[in-house]
């Protein structure tokens, strides 16, 4: 994995659109069924939006019906972290990227993987890297 990317706040407002600042670096969520990825079936690599790490193969993405993409396991599992949420009233796991920390979304225990995971992951947090032979 590439060196940790550390940036200050101004700076990150500077680089990412108001609602990706939002949700990446202050832990916010887009409303369901709105980001551009929910019914993405284009091949290729999820990338964080914020710093370019590798995170989600389109190999691995479904139809949860939860408004938001949803994966059955990182493409790399050193390239994202899990970290207890106890906000809002609930007790989730958030994913971050490991490289930059930025906010994904969270994961759950109801996916159809052989692991039952659903990484439920905001479409502003992600940039969608085609595969060659969809370019």
């Given amino acids: 994995m590439d ?15 108001p609602e990706q600042y939002t949700v990446l670096r ?11 990825y929910v019914n ?3 091949d290729g690599i999820y990338k964080c939006a914020a710093c370019g790490t590798e995170l989600f193969s389109s190999e691995t ?6 408004g938001w993409p949803s994966f059955t396991e ?9 970290h207890e949420d106890r906000t809002h009233g609930m007790l989730r796991t958030e994913v971050t ?11 759950f225990d109801d996916g159809p993987g052989t692991a039952g995971e659903r ?5 502003v947090s992600l940039a969608l890297d085609p595969a060659p032979n969809t370019r």
Avoid at 100 to 107: F, K, M, N, Q
């Fill in 3 to 17: 060196t940790e990317v550390r940036k200050s706040d101004q700076e990150w407002k500077q680089e990412l659109t």
């Fill in 97 to 107: 990227c490991r490289r930059c920390g930025s906010h994904l979304g969270h994961v």
């Fill in 119 to 123: 990484y439920c992951i905001n479409s």
């Fill in 74 to 82: 990182p493409a790399n599992r050193a390239n994202v972290e899990l």
């Fill in 40 to 42: 993405c079936h284009d």
């Fill in 61 to 66: 993405k479904f139809e949860s019906g939860s």
């Fill in 26 to 36: 202050q832990k916010g969520t887009e409303r369901a069924f709105t980001g551009k």
